[in-house]
């Protein structure tokens, strides 16, 4: 079954702190994977997006890893800010026809 | 990335009105748009698949005549909320599939709060 799972559901840090979400996934055949910020009430803003030959990715304080051996893949936050504070939302996409399965997300709350 | 709107990013109607959305993709041409609901503090929904020049794919369960979707050009397509009633109340968001660059991904829109009083 293709299925998306990330970890932990919810997270709380301080401020500067660095923090890494997870994600394992069992979706095949794998096409890429992604993951994404979605402050409440805005669309989902993609972060990263990685094919099978990739295994890092980063995007200012934003890095993400992909083992497609293992079917995991980590996002790390660098000295978190405040504006961090939001869900961090996993998606792998399948090859054919682009069906996409969507993690539960990760809420990320950021304190000072 | 890529940018995509949606217009109105809020919207307040009466019961048995009908809502249109608007979804946007500004810098690239989309074959495909998604819509997507998402209640408070869950994941995104899957709702139709539109695809330009044919009809759209429903998930199961969701209405295709309450939820009427349009996608008459490469950079637009609509929902329309027929004869909405409070249980419609959601956010909606949609998504354009891009594949250019040899990359396949979305970009989502920045999402549609519908209230139906």
């Known amino acids: 079954k293709n299925q998306v799972e990330q970890s932990p559901q919810s997270l709380i840090i301080l401020e500067g702190k660095n923090c890494t979400l997870q994600?394992?996934?069992?979706?095949?055949?794998?096409?890429?994977l992604r993951w994404y910020k979605q402050d409440t009430g805005r669309g989902p803003v993609s972060l990263t997006i990685?094919?099978?030959?990739?295994n890092t990715k980063s995007n200012g304080r934003y890095t993400a890893t992909l083992d497609a051996d293992t079917k995991q893949s980590s996002l790390h936050i660098t000295a978190s800010q405040l504006s961090d504070s939001a869900s961090y939302i996993c998606?792998?996409?399948?090859?054919?026809?682009?069906?996409?399965?969507f993690g539960a997300g990760t809420r990320l709350f950021v304190k000072a | 990335g890529a940018v995509v709107s949606q217009h109105p990013s809020r919207v307040i109607c009466k019961s048995g009105t009908s809502v249109k959305i608007e979804c946007r993709s500004l810098?690239?041409?989309?074959?495909?748009m998604f819509w997507y609901r998402q209640f408070p503090k869950k994941s995104l929904m899957l709702m139709a698949t539109?695809?330009?020049?044919?009809?759209?794919?429903?998930e199961q369960g969701v209405e295709k005549d309450k939820f009427l979707i349009n996608h008459a050009s490469l950079t637009l397509s609509t929902l329309t909320v027929t004869s909405a009633h409070p249980e419609d109340s959601s956010f909606y968001i949609c998504?354009?599939?891009?594949?250019?660059?040899?990359?396949?991904?979305?970009?989502f829109g920045p999402g549609t709060r519908l209230t139906v009083l």
């Open positions: 998504s354009a599939r891009d594949q250019r660059e040899g990359l396949d991904t979305q970009y």
């Open positions: 994600c394992n996934y069992t979706v095949s055949p794998f096409s890429n």
């Open positions: 990685m094919t099978f030959s990739e």
């Open positions: 998606v792998v996409t399948r090859t054919g026809g682009f069906k996409t399965i």
């Open positions: 810098d690239f041409q989309a074959t495909t």
């Open positions: 539109s695809n330009e020049g044919s009809k759209a794919t429903y």
